[in-house]
């Protein structure tokens, strides 16, 4: 049974006494610790939410609710259930990708580093060729080189102020090595030198990175098959059994399990997969 409006009403006052004791609760060890209110009243917040709401018999979005009206200050706010505390992010989803292209953000995420087996099919991870991934500024430049547009929007003083903004490598600096060996990886023609070739460019992002730090290695993937269709490799076909190590993650040079022998894929009730 639901409580009425003169139910929700009162719970609504002892969540909101519950709350202020929380947040009244973290003043002095935030004083102690050097914290400010706003930063007290996240962290007491974050710890006493669900025990509040669970000892008081209401959902957390109820909770988010009347924790939101405990505060005029339009920097307070919630949303699907969450509680936003402080002062928006100034990089909006939107415009994210546009600062770091533009050098005005010094730290992004990106998706899985999946290249190989040689990293010059897709080299942009190895390469800063192009502005997604690392030293945005000079990939830019670089993306730009044999083109019309390369001499033109070009600020030499400010070259954040170029049109796109960007700039040409520290002479004699890794982005500079790397992009001369990348070069000549194009023209030659010896598999193994060109390998050599790739192992000198990563040796550089040893020696003078990291350009860029993972987080995740290796991690489970999903892949689903129907039962009808056979001959789709088991995570433990493509384990140590048979020299493997199950598999790369998320490639986009070498999709999976694509490569692995769907020749001998083969469907039990072939009439039903006619189209």
Same mark, same amino acid.
């Given at each position: 049974?639901?409580?009425? &409006? #003169?139910?929700w009403?009162?719970?609504?006052?002892?969540?909101a *006494? =519950?709350?202020?004791?929380?947040i009244?609760?973290? +003043? %002095?060890?935030? &004083? #102690?610790?050097?914290?400010?209110m706003?930063?007290?009243?996240? *962290? =007491?917040?974050?710890?006493?939410?669900?025990v509040? +709401? %669970?000892?008081?018999?209401i959902d957390?979005?109820?909770?988010?609710?009347?924790?939101?009206?405990?505060?005029?200050?339009?920097?307070?706010?919630?949303?699907?259930?969450n509680?936003?505390l402080g002062k928006?992010?100034p990089?909006?989803?939107?415009?994210?990708?546009d600062?770091?292209?533009?050098?005005?953000?010094?730290?992004t995420?990106?998706?899985?580093?999946g290249?190989?087996?040689n990293h010059?099919?897709?080299p942009?991870?190895?390469v800063p060729?192009?502005?997604?991934?690392?030293?945005?500024?000079?990939?830019?430049?670089y993306?730009l080189?044999?083109t019309?547009?390369a001499?033109?929007?070009?600020?030499?003083?400010?070259?954040y102020?170029s049109t796109?903004?960007?700039?040409?490598?520290?002479k004699?600096?890794?982005v500079?090595?790397?992009?001369n060996?990348y070069?000549?990886t194009?023209?030659?023609?010896?598999?193994?030198?060109?390998t050599?070739?790739?192992w000198?460019?990563?040796?550089?992002?040893?020696?003078?990175?990291?350009?860029f730090s993972?987080?995740?290695?290796?991690y489970p993937?999903?892949?689903?098959?129907?039962?009808?269709?056979?001959?789709?490799?088991?995570?433990?076909?493509?384990?140590?059994?048979?020299?493997?190590q199950?598999?790369f993650?998320?490639p986009?040079?070498?999709?999976?399990?694509?490569v692995?022998?769907p020749?001998?894929?083969?469907?039990t009730n072939?009439?039903?997969?006619n189209?």
């Open positions: 049974m639901k409580p009425g &409006r #003169a139910g009403a009162r719970r609504g006052r002892l969540a *006494v =519950a709350i202020a004791f929380a009244a609760g973290s +003043a %002095a060890n935030a &004083r #102690a610790a050097g914290l400010t706003e930063q007290a009243v996240s *962290v =007491a917040l974050q710890r006493n939410r669900d509040i +709401a %669970a000892k008081l018999e957390a979005a109820t909770l988010d609710v009347v924790a939101a009206r405990l505060y005029p200050n339009p920097t307070f706010g919630y949303e699907l259930g509680l936003v928006p992010n990089n909006t989803p939107t415009s994210y990708s600062n770091w292209a533009a050098g005005k953000i010094l730290m995420t990106a998706w899985e580093v290249d190989g087996p010059l099919v897709y942009q991870w190895l060729m192009e502005n997604s991934r690392w030293a945005p500024l000079e990939g830019t430049y993306s080189i044999g019309p547009s001499n033109t929007g070009v600020n030499a003083d400010d070259p102020k796109p903004p960007r700039m040409a490598p520290e004699g600096g890794p500079e090595k790397i992009w060996i070069n000549q194009k023209t030659e023609p010896d598999q193994m030198k060109r050599q070739m790739v000198d460019m990563i040796k550089i992002h040893v020696s003078d990175g990291p350009f993972g987080t995740t290695a290796n993937q999903l892949v689903l098959a129907k039962n009808d269709l056979k001959n789709v490799p088991t995570y433990d076909d493509l384990g140590p059994k048979n020299n493997y199950h598999g993650v998320n986009w040079v070498i999709p999976s399990p694509a692995y022998d020749e001998t894929y083969y469907w072939p009439d039903q997969h189209t």
